[in-house]
């Protein structure tokens, strides 16, 4: 059984900072894709970062120079550090994971199948 579980979410000003965690729990085995996945009211779920087994990261254009992803191993969390925040970012945020994966990079949403209750991120102007 996997687990995902987001937090770190919250209101901010633009040019502020944010970091969401996620919390991973049970059996992954190997060739995990983790990302994160925002929706914005009225949008399609966007796949903005995504990180393999070994540490490789892509972002998506609208995040890539702001956004960094990184997994800490030992404590079995995923991060997405947010600087630079835009009030385009407000959306719902998720962490989502696949398993047995042939590819990471860019993974679309629709290409997750373990997927976190999400948690929202405002930002004011």
């Known amino acids: 059984q996997v687990q995902l579980a987001e937090s770190g979410g919250g209101s901010a000003q633009a040019g502020g900072s944010l970091r969401l965690s996620c919390a991973i729990s049970g059996s992954f085995y190997v060739r995990v894709c983790m990302g994160w996945i925002r929706q914005a009211p009225g949008k399609a779920r966007e796949a903005i970062a995504t990180?393999?087994?070994?540490?490789?990261?892509s972002y998506s254009a609208s995040v890539k120079g702001r956004f960094t992803v990184y997994k800490d191993h030992a404590k079995n969390i995923l991060y997405l550090q947010m600087n630079n925040l835009k009030p385009d970012v407000t959306a719902t945020y998720y962490c989502a994971a696949e398993r047995w994966v042939t590819y990471c990079t860019d993974r679309g949403a629709a290409d997750f199948s373990y997927w976190g209750q999400g948690t929202q991120v405002t930002v004011s102007s």
């Open positions: 990180v393999f087994d070994d540490g490789s990261a």
